[in-house]
């Protein structure tokens, strides 16, 4: 079974960037489809961006299009998302997840695995 391990995220400042990654252990995410979701305090779960198997195909959230940039070296493994210009409505838990299908889904449904979360804040 894929299990999700992910890393980056923390504290910034508004304007600032971060960038979170995503692996998995034990097995190549090369051959999935992946997306990344966000969950602020007191709010649903919400779609931010997705990427097909060979990253060739990229969806966004009309929130962060222009801002973040989903991308993935399936030579080494992880999916990134590079987050520009955040804000302080950014603030959120991030989850990386692997799509049941081989396109670029924002429906959450349709991810099988999800990573463990990870906190970014961005201070106004």
């Known amino acids: 079974q894929v299990q999700l391990v992910q890393s980056g995220g923390g504290l910034v400042q508004a304007g600032g960037s971060l960038t979170l990654s995503c692996a998995a252990s034990?097995?190549?995410?090369?051959?999935?489809?992946m997306g990344w979701f966000r969950q602020a305090l007191g709010k649903e779960r919400e779609f931010v961006a997705a990427?097909?198997?060979?990253?060739?195909?990229?969806i966004y959230a009309d929130s962060v299009k222009g801002r973040f940039i989903i991308s993935r070296d399936n030579a080494k493994n992880p999916v990134y998302l590079q987050m520009n210009t955040l804000k302080f409505e950014d603030t959120a838990v991030y989850y990386c997840?692997?799509?049941?299908?081989?396109?670029?889904?924002?429906?959450?449904?349709?991810?099988?695995?999800w990573g463990q979360g990870t906190q970014v804040t961005v201070s106004s």
């Open positions: 997840a692997v799509a049941r299908m081989t396109w670029a889904s924002a429906i959450g449904a349709n991810y099988g695995t």
């Open positions: 034990g097995v190549s995410l090369s051959s999935y489809s």
């Open positions: 990427t097909t198997w060979s990253g060739s195909s990229t």
